[in-house]
C-alpha cells in the first residue's frame, strides 16, 4: 500500500498561481500518479495523470496546469497557472500501480489516496 500526502494548497486570487505537492511512502508502485478535484456539490474529476514519462490533462486545465514527478523524493507535483475561479475545490493525489493509460483521469483505477488539499480561487 502507498500512503500520500498532499500539500501546497492555499487561496489565491484568480489568475495567480499555486503548485501542489503529493509525497508518496510505503511499499506499494506509484507507476500511475494522478491528480483528482471535487468541487462542492459535484463529482470528483480527473485533472491530469502521468505515468512512464507521460502526461495527459482534463481539457478544463489544458495549458494552464502541469503534472510532473521527482523519482528520487518520490514526490508528484500539480503546477498550476493562470487560476480561475472554478478552479476552487479540493484536490487529491491518487497513486496506482498498475492499469489502463487511456483510464487514467477515471478514479475507479486508483488503489491509493490522499487526503485532500483544499484550493480556493477569488474573483
Known amino acids: 500500500q502507498v500512503q500520500l500526502v498532499e500539500s501546497g494548497g492555499g487561496s489565491v486570487q484568480a489568475g495567480g498561481s499555486l503548485r501542489l505537492a503529493c509525497a508518496a511512502s510505503?511499499?506499494?508502485?506509484?507507476?500511475?500518479m494522478a491528480w483528482f478535484r471535487q468541487a462542492p456539490g459535484k463529482e470528483r474529476e480527473g485533472v491530469a495523470a502521468?505515468?512512464?514519462?507521460?502526461?495527459t490533462y482534463a481539457d478544463s486545465v489544458k495549458g494552464r496546469f502541469t503534472i510532473s514527478k521527482d523519482n528520487a523524493k518520490n514526490t508528484l507535483y500539480l503546477q498550476m497557472n493562470s487560476l480561475k475561479p472554478e478552479d476552487t475545490a479540493i484536490y487529491y493525489c491518487?497513486?496506482?500501480?498498475?492499469?489502463?493509460?487511456?483510464?487514467?483521469?477515471?478514479?475507479?483505477?486508483?488503489?491509493?489516496w490522499g487526503q485532500g488539499t483544499q484550493v480556493t480561487v477569488s474573483s
Open positions: 491518487a497513486a496506482t500501480g498498475a492499469g489502463n493509460w487511456y483510464s487514467s483521469l477515471g478514479e475507479r483505477m486508483y488503489t491509493s
Open positions: 510505503g511499499s506499494g508502485s506509484t507507476w500511475f
Open positions: 502521468l505515468s512512464a514519462g507521460r502526461t
